[in-house]
Nanobody, 125 residues
Framework: QVQPVESGGGLVQAGDSLRLSCVIS????????MAWFRQVPGRDREIVAA????????DYVDSVKGRFTMSRDNSKNTVYLQMNSLKPEDTAVYFC??????????????????WGQGTQVTVSS
């Protein structure tokens, strides 16, 4: 069983930075593509960033390009999302997801097999 666990969310002001972490327990972490999704109440969960198993390929949605950076440390079974220049519209619950194939940010939720419980990020104006 693969279980992602997110941490690092919180309340910040516009322009601040946060780094989210996601630790994966269970089976071999290095074999999984990973992604960060986010969701606000009343809206569908949307993908934000994705990374392949090696960390050599990353992809971002346009709204976060140049501000967010996704990375991974396979020796620590951990992926990160560094979020800079945060905006109020970044407010959401952020979820970490693991899947067997890298699709970049064209992936949908159904292409990821394992999900964390989410961490709240709130950006005040």
């Amino acid at each position: 069983q693969v279980q992602p666990v997110e941490s690092g969310g919180g309340l910040v002001q516009a322009g601040d930075s946060l780094r989210l972490s996601c630790v994966i327990s269970g089976r071999t972490f290095a074999g999984y593509a990973m992604a960060w999704f986010r969701q606000v109440p009343g809206r569908d969960r949307e993908i934000v960033a994705a990374i392949d198993w090696s960390g050599g390929r990353t992809d971002y949605v346009d709204s976060v390009k140049g501000r967010f950076t996704m990375s991974r440390d396979n020796s620590k079974n951990t992926v990160y999302l560094q979020m800079n220049s945060l905006k109020p519209e970044d407010t959401a619950v952020y979820f970490c997801a693991a899947g067997s194939v890298y699709f970049g940010v064209s992936a949908s939720m159904t292409q990821y097999d394992y999900w964390g419980q989410g961490t709240q990020v709130t950006v005040s104006s």
